[in-house]
């Protein structure tokens, strides 16, 4: 009789850890296995607890758990292994089951719970193979406390998907430290709900962001172990995994999604998604994981349908690369990678002929450009600032083109109304400047944005027209009469359009994304975003751009990067606590977001928070957390060196503190730095040093923020005169300040530290 083995998604986990020698052993073990399940040296045996799960012997010191799931025709019978585990850790108590929620098999491990809360429940573990030991002193007697989840009950846990062997242990511990051990073996969507709810979820937010996604239609069979086999996620054990197992790097190997994100990235959509979730919660892997499945689904041919896209270049560059390891060169090549200003760039170069593109410059060109016509025309009653955002925003935004078309716009969340006699004034300075940029043969990225959303819509508009008297199909593409060219083939640049750290584009940016995607078929539009990480001031509701997402919005809430010290602080950045502040966030569609719910399964050190009474002090105290760090990363576990470089970086508020950080590293204290610039690091050096805007989907092992000085975040000379004169733009530049403190804290992954001289930023959680 032979066996099929497939691996349980916990045991690969555990694989993954073990010494190299144990996983050869392993395989070694499988290749018997599938000869001869029943092979005598194997000294299979069931588990008293449940006579579902049997162990096998792996080799002397180590046991495989599994538990069968069906004999196909020919008789070959197919087991999950579930566990590998030293045989001092193997237990009777033990016990798998299908989950009444998604329908999956579910390895329930109470040996890693806490002795006191099992205790609690009256469970004594015994092991399968008892060494010879003393006998066990009496356990003292614990004082009565009030249990972590005291506001739920049995039938609500239940409900929610919480394993039934764990429901009444999770109702019974008293600290985040037991909730973490109960965890550390429980099932995925147990750990879930469980975090969920000790983060202050309430029942009905935990149902619907954690278990509505991952629940199948019909309630499960209990006993049919061969269907729930089917939609456990689970690896084929075959020869081809031998290479994998001795080289050790599993989840290399293989890439797995949790399955709420694994839900949302194979949902079919009848119109634009949208997917939030703050920092760390997978939201690129998740755009990522749907252009693969998208060009997966994609009919055969040579062009690029997929578009994945994002705001800036260094962010395109990581895009690319992480993409490439993901899906075949065949399908990559189906994708279409590149930043936004680069796809209206390309636009417009399509549009205008080569001897009359304009240069197009940055926003602190523009800026400065704006004041010197302000102070030329001696007008102080804007400020420079607010002239150019009106301009990018609300004209450029909305496609203004006339003086009547200004009166009568939109200009929510731009702080105070404005009279048409100010409206009138404005348009006049703007006029002015737009005639000053073209004489210097220069544009904004912001016009070009503009300017190619125009195209693109029109472009758009023609094939509506001609798709009304026409046979085409949608995602065909339509043949058009063009009068210089005679007849040529005119459609949608794009099947599918993903896009990645959404809440940083332009209004014009959407109108031209939507332009070029069809709106007539499924899956057009997929928006990955978090708008508590806006460090950009663009403000946009999609619903007015034309793109619906009602219906078709998701949540992430679970962090893989960042540690629960960290995010608790990091939280407390943009949602202040005490202070008498109330910060509120779009959800890009004119409703309000919230981080309710955000956690993490990752612990470490608390944050250190360092005063000092100078800049110098705080560079100095800088230099020293730098070394004591480049000390402890410069060797492995096992002693071995290693090169730290790239691990570490220092974020601060600004240009001229960089120059300045930098420049007191290399000659003070000896430590070769490297800048973050828009294009990522810029040379050769150990630390990476950069302003907060360039830490943007980076992430690093330790991190120091320095500077955090009140005064500097936010620059009160920049927002305070705007405390009574526009409080709604007081408001929004505070806003802005936490955003960009609140992903620079969530680029730590391991320790942070936040130092500041005099008195602390007002945005800090102190």
Known sequence: MTARLSLYRKAEQELYRLDRSVKAQFYDFCHNFRNNPDLPGLRKKKLKGDSRIWSARVDHDYRALLTPTGVDADGTESWLVIAVRHRKDVYEELQVAVNRVTGEIEFVDLAVVGDSALRRVGITLTPTEPEEQGPKPAPAPEPAAPALLAAYDARQLRELGVAEQLIELALTVTTSAELDQLVEGAPLLSKDVLYGLAAGMDVDEVRKEITAPVEIDQRPDPDDFAAALSRTKVTAVDDAVRDAIEEGDFRAWKVFLHPTQERIVHRHYNGPARVSGGPGTGKTIVALHRVKHLAEELPPGQNKPILLTTFTKNLTTDLRLRLASLIEPELLARVDIAHIDQLAARVLGEHTSPGRIKQRVYDHVALNEMRQLVAELDDRRWEPEFLLEEWEQIILGQSILTRSEYFKARRAGRGRALTRPERNHIWKIIEQFAAHLDQLGVETWAQAAERAARFEIERAAKIRDRRQNSKEVPGEGLALRDDSSGMRYLGYRYRHVVVDEAQDLRPAHWKMLRAMADPDLPNDLFIVGDTYQRIYDHQVALGVLGINIRGRASRLTLSYRTTREILAEALRVVEPKGKNVKVLYDDLDEGTETI???????????????????????????????????????????????????????????????????????????????????????????????????????????????????????????????????????????????????????????????????????????
């Open 596 to 766: 309710a719910g955000y956690r993490s399964v990752l612990h470490g050190p608390k944050p250190d928070f360092v005063p000092f009474d100078t800049w110098d002090d705080e560079l100095a105290g800088l230099a020293a957390t730098l070394n004591s760090w480049r000390a402890e990363l410069s060797t492995d576990d096992n002693g071995a060196p290693i090169d730290p470089s790239g691990r570490i970086a220092v974020c601060v508020a600004d240009r001229d503190m960089v120059s300045q950080t930098m420049y007191y590293l290399a000659t003070k204290a000896g430590i070769t730095c490297v800048e973050l610039t828009k294009d990522g690091p810029k040379g050769d050096g150990e630390v990476h040093v950069g302003t907060m805007h360039r830490f943007k989907g980076l992430e690093y092992q330790r991190l120091v923020i320095v500077g955090a000085s009140d005064g500097i975040i936010p620059r009160t000379s920049v927002i305070e005169r705007y405390r009574t004169e526009d409080p709604i733009r007081y408001e929004r530049e505070q806003r802005k300040a936490r955003s960009l403190l609140f992903v620079a804290t969530t680029r730590a992954r391991d320790a942070l530290t936040v130092s500041w001289h005099g008195k602390p930023s007002p945005c800090l959680p102190l």
